[in-house]
């Protein structure tokens, strides 16, 4: 079974510092490992995904995010936050086996921007 | 040009009564699923179907009974709906699964009051 595990509920920072959202991963299989982003009442929005080729995956908006297969880790930066960025934040895997594909979710992490 | 809707934004209702979520993809994608947020913001899968085919059920009460009249509408009808209920549901399609993304609706507000 998969699992995602985001090691930060809520993560603050200050306008113009970097962003890390970490997240570990457990899976049996060769994952794909996804960041969504969700803002307040709304849907949830792809930040960037993961699928086995380069491990430094780069995403909307600034953001991105290394597999670590070693310490398996899919953890998110971004070098400069802005306000824009305060949002629930989910880490998500899934397995790349044929037939149904199952997103199994992060508990999330809140970002909260300073000014 | 939405690319997945649902209708309504927002149910409120009262227990015991049954009510039905409508969600609509333009993707030309031949999978969509349903999760559930909860009020804690935790996200969980209920069911996918796969060219009108269910191929994805996570033990969900049958109170749940989702339909799919064809591959781009994949419709959630609720009975005898409980408090516990109260949620936040997003449909979200994808094209086959094996790590495609998935593209998620704005999402169904309901309270059960």
């Known amino acids: 079974a998969q699992s995602v595990t985001q090691l930060d509920s809520h993560v603050s920072v200050s306008e113009g510092t970097p962003v890390l959202l970490r997240c570990n991963y457990s899976?049996?299989?060769?994952?794909?490992l996804f960041w969504y982003v969700q803002h307040p009442n709304k849907g949830l929005q792809l930040l960037l995904k993961y699928t086995s080729a380069a491990t430094l995956v780069k995403g909307i908006n600034g953001f991105e995010a290394e597999f670590k297969k070693s310490e398996t880790s899919f953890h998110l930066t971004k070098p400069s936050a802005h306000m824009s960025d305060a949002a629930e934040y989910f880490c998500?895997?899934?397995?790349?086996?044929?037939?149904?594909?199952?997103?199994?979710f992060g508990q999330g992490t809140r970002l909260t921007i300073n000014p | 040009d939405t690319a997945v809707s649902q209708t309504p934004k927002y149910l409120v209702t009262q227990m015991g009564n049954d009510k039905s979520i409508k969600c609509e993809q333009n993707?030309?994608?031949?999978?969509m699923y349903w999760y559930k947020q909860d009020s804690k913001k935790f996200l969980k899968i209920m069911f996918s179907y796969n060219n009108k085919e269910l191929i994805i059920n996570e033990t969900v009460p049958n109170r749940f009974s989702p339909k799919s009249p064809d591959k781009a509408h994949l419709n959630l009808h609720i009975n005898s709906l409980e408090l516990g209920d109260s949620a936040v549901y997003f449909c979200?399609?994808?094209?086959?699964?094996?790590?495609?993304?998935?593209?998620f609706g704005p999402g169904t507000r309901l309270l059960v009051l």
């Open positions: 998500v895997v899934s397995d790349r086996r044929q037939g149904a594909q199952k997103l199994v």
């Open positions: 899976s049996s299989y060769s994952p794909s």
């Open positions: 993707l030309g994608h031949d999978t």
């Open positions: 979200a399609s994808s094209q086959g699964g094996r790590g495609e993304t998935q593209y």
